[in-house]
Structures are given as C-alpha cells and as structure tokens.
C-alpha cells in the first residue's frame, strides 16, 4: 500500500492465482506475468487465445486466464493460423522454447512469419531442452556442455546456433521482430514494453511479430539462479544481441 | 444402350475434351455417364487417353478392357488400343499421323486425315472434333446436334470463340465419313464389319 | 437409339453438374458450411485446393496453402478449436504425415474432415489409384488409442453426400471424421447434384476457444499427465468409439438373395467389382455383392450372417489384401475367403474380377 492506501500491485486478471511447476530461479514465470499485464493493460483477456507449445511451458494453459489450446511439437504458428483466419477477432499468441520453435517447428514458423499471419510469437530462447533434461539445443551456444554435447558443442560436427531473430526478420510478411532479455530490471521493463508493441501489432493488423525473450536455465545449465542470470548477460547476449531486427514503418506510429 | 469410348493421342491432342463433349452431351441426353481421363505426366506431353460410357443404367465399372468405340490419334495410340476393340466395335484412326492399317475383320475402321480435315478448317488443334464428328457420322450414338448443344451450353466464356469453328470440325467429320469426300487425297473408308 | 431414358435422379435436388470427383469434394464441403480449408499440394487431390483457393475466398471463408500436411493438419485444428467446420483434403504420403495432428484432435476432441485421395505406395510410390491406406485409415494411424470414423465412396454422386454427411458426423461425434477414396474417384468425371448453399452455422458449442467472455476460459488439449487423468480420457474417446460403431455402420448389397458366391469390395474396387457381378448373374453364376461403405466402423455383424448363407467370399481390393483381415474377423473364417488384388496403382478390370468368380463357381477355364 502507498501512503493514501492505493494499491500498486497484485496479480495481473489474466494469470491464474496458481503456484506454477518452473524451476526457481526460471525466467518463465516473469515472462508470464508480463504477458499477462500487458493483456490486462490492452483489455483483451476476454478475445485472447493463447497456445501453448511441448517443453518446459507445455502446462502455460494452467496460467493464464483465457482460452488456450495446445499444440504438438512445434506446431503453434500452424494452430494460430487456423484460429486467426477463421477468427480474425481474436487475439491469438504462441510461446514457444528453442527446441520447439527452431529446431522441430521451424517450416511453421518461417512460414506463418512469410504469410505475415497476424498473430504474435513469444519465443523464450534458453539455449538447452529443459523438459527432457538438458539436451543440446538448435540454440546453444558452440562450446556449451549439454547432455547431448558433453564435450560441448562443436559446430564442426553439431552445427552452428540458429539465431532467430536475424532469421526471421528478413521475411516481408514480418511487421515486430525484436530480441529482449529479463536479466535485470531495465531488461524487464523493455521486455514488457516489446510484449505489450507486439500485441498492439497484432490488434492494428500489421501482420507477424515476434519477441525472442533471451532466458535461462540455472536446472540444466547447473548453476545457481544468480549464475544463470550472468551467463545470460555475458555469453548468451554476446551470441544473441539485444535489439529490434525489424520494426515496420507503422509499428513506430502505435500508441 | 451401353458404350464405352476410349479416345487416345499424345498429350495436348484434346483427347480428354473430346471425351468431354461426349460425357457432357450424355448427361444433357439423360443418360448415366462417366469420364476418366490418364493423368499425371501424360499431361506433359506424353500419351493421354480418357474412357467415356453412356449407359441407360447405373455405371459399376468405370474402367474397361475392350472398347465398344476407339477415337485413335496417333502411333503408339493405334497400337496399343486396335487389338482391345470389341468385336462389331468402331476404331477411328487419325490417318494424318498413324500410316498403319488395322487388320482386323470383326470391327469397323475409319481412316480420317483429321488434321488435314482441321488445317483446311483454320486450325489444325481440332483434329479431335472432326474425330468425334467421324464417330458420330458413323455411330450416332449421341445426336451431333446434341454435341453443339453441348458445345454452347459448357464451353467456358473465354473460350467461346471456338464454339462455332468446332462445330464446322464437327460437321466436317460427320461429312467425311458419311461422303467418302477426302481432302487433297482419295476417301479412303474401309467397312469390315465381320 | 435404343435403351430407357432416366426417369429422375436419386435425391434429385438442384440441377445435375458433370463434375470431377475432386472438385465436387470441395463443393459440397463449401455446402456443408465448411468455413475453413487447409492443404497442400499433391497429386492426385490437387484439384480440392484450387477449387477451394477460388471458392473459399470467393465467399469470404478462411483458405491457406498451408507449408506441409504438417502445417495444413495443425491449421485444421486452430481453426476447429474455435468450433469453425474446417477441412483438409490429402494423398497417402500427406496423410502420414497428418498422422501427428489426428491423433492430438481425436484426443482433444475436436471435429474436423480429413479426406484422402488414395494412391500408390509405399513411399513415394506413384500417383495412380490405390486402397493402400485402408490400415491407416481403419485402424487409428498415429499414435495412441483411436479410431477415425471412416467412410468409403465409391461414386462422385456417393463422396458428395458422405463428404456433407461427415461435417455432421464429426459435430455429432466431436471427432475427426475420414472419408477414403482414391486417385480414380478424384479424377473421375461423373454427373452429381448438391443440396443448396449452406450458410457456415455454429451450432453451440460451449468448448470451442472463442474468447472467454462472460465465462471460465476454455483449455484444449490432448495432455493428461497423471495416468488415471489420461485413462478417464481414454475411456471418453472408447465410449464415444463405442457409440459411432453402434450407430454408423453402412454399407450397400447387390444381388445378395441365394448368392453362394459373395464379393466384398469397397470404393473404387466395389464398383468395379459391381460391373464383374453383373456380368456373372448374367451368365447364371449365383454371386452377389457386399460393399462396405462405412470401413470404420466395418460391418462385422452384417458380414457374419452374410457368412453363414454363402459359400464362399472373394476379397476384391487395390491393395495386398487389407480389409481381408477384417472380413476374416468378421466371418471367423466359417467360408473359404479368396482374395483378388491389384497394387501399385493397378486398378483391376471387371473380366479379371469375373475370371477370379468363374474360377469359384467352378465355371471358369
């Protein structure tokens, strides 16, 4: 409470007053209030559709209030675009992990973003599987230790990381392609301020947005919460920079 | 009544269209009919062929062994369907570009320089209507004025400069066979019937 | 000319089209009220997605060429979450590719119509007719416990009119529902009627995903990861399997009355088999026909009394003998069962079918 007793903070309408399944210290759980307060702040809660993909977010439906679907692996955009086309008055977003969106449902990614299929992607980037434990992901970084690198990740054999958002973004039917983190304070803040453009985006009919969250795994990279949040800031965001990669002439106009 | 018609050419021939104009005459004359035609990469340029019936009842079979009629318009056309045709059944052959003859007794063939017959019509890619015209000179089994019925209730608008051209190719074939008149060289109508 | 003239067509309802079996699929489902297509481009059922291309947009309907059958099966499920009637059309190799999607929306309970123009396998195989699919479509195909209902037409007129009936089977069942036909029956130009233009109607359908507005939200999902959770949910889709066998069995005879002889064939190969059973009842040979229509469910009960009057069955399929497994469920082998089939992409001639029925009756060279 402040000093005349107004109140400055509870749960968002849209998140769902449960105790979520996420490993402490996971960024998961802060991208999902985000979502949700923007969802909130837009008045949408109640033409929003969310779907959820498999990995560690598979049960995301349990937190959030709105209709939700869930989709096979990697199938997401697919799904939105099924839902958007005949109900283009809905709200439709995605979150998907790296294994889900760059690796086995990259095709529906790269072509629901060149139909610039008006719905928004929130892509939590961690550079691991988490929910099969740890193994190496489209996104991890060369060098990295996984269960399935375990003597790190040597492009020459196990190829290069896919960055996504260098990717994507080259696509015409793509309107929002911007890269955040959540490591720290100020990084939250723009997180939320890119969640809450790419919604609006999405709502003005702009076509296709997504927003890479660069997040962590302190369970399977084996590391304390506060490590993980340094290795994000030092290794992950030197492979992955920060930034917009594609921001459309009218996106600049949004209120 | 019960036939069933193969018509067979390299691919772009019209064989299918052909075929078309019999199906769609059937249905308008209240008979039940079918139209199958090859497809896939016949369509390229390779041999294409479709297989009508006009029946007075429910059609089983679409698919047929020997046909009761056969439209042939070239080579490996005359080879592969002469020796399928019902005994009593009519082979129509585009003489301009098979030069074998059929030497089988139990059937009816007609020798027509169809593409000759369409060059001097102004277009030599109605080959096929002045065929299907030498058919139905010979068998009537649909009436010829039906097919021009057919020809200006079906052809889509932007095709519908070919109606009257076609139904001069079709006349011309009905003409060809019925008058034994050639063109630039002798009639050259063979009855075998056995 | 000799012969009768039709008097007037079965259900003769606007006006006889001649039209292609493919393009008659995609009409009748724009007639059902489908409001949502998605596929991909294969051969030979290309012809639904360009006449869907034209038509769905022509009428303000949700069409996408969808990036795979993988893209095009999910986009059916989006769409049929918000409780639209959607559809996909495919070929053998698409439908495999399907397999994933299905599976998910028959445990999530989601009703669609998936159509497969059947051809040559395995693999590439070709593009020519072929029942090479009847395990996959019969038997579940992906993953899990399911059976998709599981219609099989054997003329345009016939894949019309299961093709409507199905958008009404899937909403009844809340289920996807099949129709199996093959490259012969898309290609195929045959005269058809339609019943009128159906505006797309929504029937209530308080669990689609539509916005939760003035109610709980709605969750859509095949997820169930405590194990009696998932067994209750597999008990919903057994019961719901149980009631589609109760009700939806169909199928069509021919000359069955005194038949020592019974041909069972299906689709294509059912009518091709009609022409062959004709042509023996003609020449004095005590034959008939069964043709199953409804393959999920098949005609168990049927095909067991048929067993016990007839002397013998000749399987008839474009395949190495696949619905001979369920006709030797059905009839628990009480009568020799001979089989007669074609593969890769053959498709058998009525004389083949009457020499195999000649050699039968004991009349035959």
Redesign the interface.
Known sequence: MSEDGELVFRRPAALSDVVTHYCPGCMHGIVHRLIAEVIDELGIRERTVGIAPVGCSVLAYHYFECDFAEAAHGRAPAMATGIKRTHPELVVFTYQGDGDLASIGTNELIHAAARGENITVVFINNAVYGMTGGQMAPTTLPGMVTTSSPYGRDVKRQGYPVRVCELVSQLDGTAYIVRRSAYKPAEIRKLRQALKIAFQVQMAELGFSLVEVVSNCPTNWGMTPKESLRFVEERMIAYYPLGDYRVRDEVKTLK | ??EEVIISGFGGQGALFAG?LL??TG?D?????????S??PEMRGGTAHCVVII??DD???????NPTICIVMNPPSMEKYEPLVKPGGLLVVNSTLVRTRSERGDIEVVYVPANDLAAELGNVRMANVVLLGAMLGRR??LPIEGIKRTLER?LPAERRRFIEPNKRALDRGVEYVRKQIGVGEPARLEEQVG | ??????SGWKGYRTM?I?MKGNEAIAEAAIRAGCEAYFGYPI??QTEVLEYMARRMTELGRAFVQAESEVGAINMVYGAACTGARAMTTTSSPGYSLMQEGISYMAMSFVPCVIVNIMRGGPGLG???PSQGDYFQMTKGGGHGDYHLLSLAPSTVQETVDLIIEAFDLADKYRQPVTVIAD??IG?????VEFPDLKEPQRPERPWALTGAKGRKKNVITSLFLDAHELERENLKLQAIIAQIKANEVRYAEYWLDGAEIVVIAYGTAG??????V?RAREQGIAVGLFRPISVFPFPYDRLREIAETAQQLLVVEMSAGQMLEDVRLATCNRVPISFYGRMGGV?P???EILDKIKGLAGTGS
Do not use: C
Request: hydrophobic residues 40%; proline residues 8%; without cysteine.
């Open positions: 009544m019960h078309q199906a769609y249905m004359e209240g008979w039940h009919v079918t139209w199958i035609p497809y896939g029946s007075d059609i089983g079979s679409p698919v047929i062994r009537e089994i079906h | 000319m000799v012969g009768t003239r039709l006889k001649l051969t030979p070709n593009i020519q490259g012969l290609q195929i130009m045959e005269p009518r091709i088999a009609q022409t062959a004709k498709v001639l009525p004389e």
